[in-house]
């Protein structure tokens, strides 16, 4: 059964910095990895999909890496604002294209 | 495209009502997705659609729960009873995944409380 986990739980860095999101997957079988964004109330937004024969994709200040071999993904976030503010949640898509999230990770960035 | 439409956007019943949540998803996707987040266990996967029929629904509770899609542009999730444990975020999202590169789009969702 596949199993989505994120570190850090939370996470809060002052304006500026670059920062890291950490996601692990345990079964290597995926057909793609993505990155979402929720803010409060709201639902959640697709950030970037990384397909699971390419290494990396980049949007704007975010840069995601995916190693399917050992499970893991990372989003990397450049000069982050205040505006970044929010959940992030990493999902597989697996057999059958079931998407499956992690618990996410909750970020503040303090002005 | 106006995005994944659902509604209402918030239900307050009783213990032992009929609950029935609604989504339109985006126009020509193939497969439909219904969610439901909790702070307690995150966002879980309770049954998806591909071309209306049901595909996967072992994350489906209960028997209370049940989910239908009579057509491309309409589904539905029913709980009969609604019990106080069932208050939560439900979300609808779509996709058109035949291929393996493409988003997952999510609704507005819908709040639950079951008094």
């Known amino acids: 059964k596949q199993e989505v986990t994120q570190i850090p739980a939370a996470l809060s860095v002052p304006e500026g910095e670059n920062l890291v999101l950490n996601c692990s997957f345990t079964?290597?079988?995926?057909?793609?990895l993505q990155w979402f964004r929720q803010d409060p109330g709201k639902g959640l937004t697709s950030l970037l999909l990384i397909q699971s024969s390419q290494r990396e994709q980049t949007s704007g200040r975010l840069n995601a890496s995916l190693d399917k071999s050992s499970g893991r993904s990372t989003l990397y976030i450049a000069a982050s604002q205040p505006g970044d503010s929010a959940t992030y949640l990493c999902?597989?898509?697996?057999?059958?294209?079931?998407?499956?999230f992690g618990a996410g990770t909750r970020l503040f960035v303090k002005a | 495209d106006a995005g994944v439409i659902q509604s209402p956007r918030h239900e307050v019943t009783e213990m032992g009502q009929e609950v029935t949540l609604r989504c339109k998803p985006i126009?020509?996707?193939?497969?439909l997705f219904w969610y439901r987040q909790t702070m307690m266990r995150g966002l879980e996967l309770l049954i998806y659609f591909n071309n209306n029929v049901p595909i996967d629904d072992s994350g489906m509770p209960e028997d209370r729960f049940s989910a239908k899609m009579p057509n491309a542009s309409f589904s539905t999730l029913k709980i009969q009873p609604s019990e106080p444990r069932d208050s939560a975020v439900y979300f609808c999202?779509?996709?058109?995944?035949?291929?393996?590169?493409?988003?997952?789009?999510f609704g507005s969702g819908t709040q639950l409380s079951v008094l």
């Open positions: 126009s020509g996707h193939d497969y």
């Open positions: 079964d290597s079988a995926i057909y793609n």
């Open positions: 999202a779509s996709s058109l995944q035949g291929a393996t590169n493409e988003k997952l789009f």
């Open positions: 999902a597989v898509s697996t057999g059958g294209f079931k998407t499956i």
